[in-house]
């Protein structure tokens, strides 16, 4: 499993209206105590754990780039679909949350 939480005994949580986060912006929300960067990308929403798998540094402070964001301090990359790293720079990959969207809203999946 590379970074994904399983989408089993999930909670979804309202993030915010479709329309409000446009394409190739990003968000930080805290979601049950964590904080949660929602990402508006080619491929559609997309919801990481806010940290660098590598130094903990705020990925909120990155830059988003079509299906990838980079680390603002070390610049390494990871795959908004999959959380792997990209490049052979050998991280460990991101935590992702299941994303749905329904009546107009994003929503995201949480443990508990």
Same mark, same amino acid.
């Given at each position: 499993?590379?970074? %994904?939480?399983?989408? %089993? !005994?999930? *909670?979804? =949580?309202?993030?915010?209206?479709?329309? &409000?986060?446009?394409?190739?912006?990003m #968000?930080? +929300? *805290?979601?049950?105590? &964590? &904080?949660?960067?929602?990402?508006?990308?080619?491929?559609? +929403?997309f919801?990481? @754990? !806010? @940290?660098?798998? =590598?130094? &903990?540094?705020?990925?909120? %402070?990155?830059?988003? @780039?079509? !299906?990838?964001?980079?680390?603002?301090?070390?610049?390494? #990359?990871?795959?908004?679909?999959?959380?792997?790293?990209?490049?052979?720079?050998?991280?460990?990959?991101?935590?992702? +949350?299941?994303?749905?969207?329904?009546?107009? @809203?994003?929503?995201?999946?949480?443990?508990?």
């Amino acid at each position: 499993m590379s970074g %994904e939480v399983s989408a %089993e !005994n999930l *909670t979804f =949580h309202d993030l915010v209206p479709v329309e &409000e986060l446009p394409l190739g912006q990003m #968000r930080l +929300f *805290t979601v049950a105590g &964590e &904080e949660v960067l929602l990402c508006s990308a080619a491929g559609g +929403f997309f919801a990481l @754990r !806010n @940290r660098c798998p =590598h130094a &903990e540094s705020p990925l909120h %402070e990155g830059r988003l @780039r079509q !299906n990838s964001i980079s680390c603002p301090l070390h610049g390494a #990359r990871f795959d908004l679909v999959s959380g792997r790293a990209l490049g052979g720079t050998g991280y460990r990959p991101l935590t992702c +949350f299941p994303v749905k969207v329904a009546g107009g @809203r994003v929503w995201v999946g949480m443990k508990g």
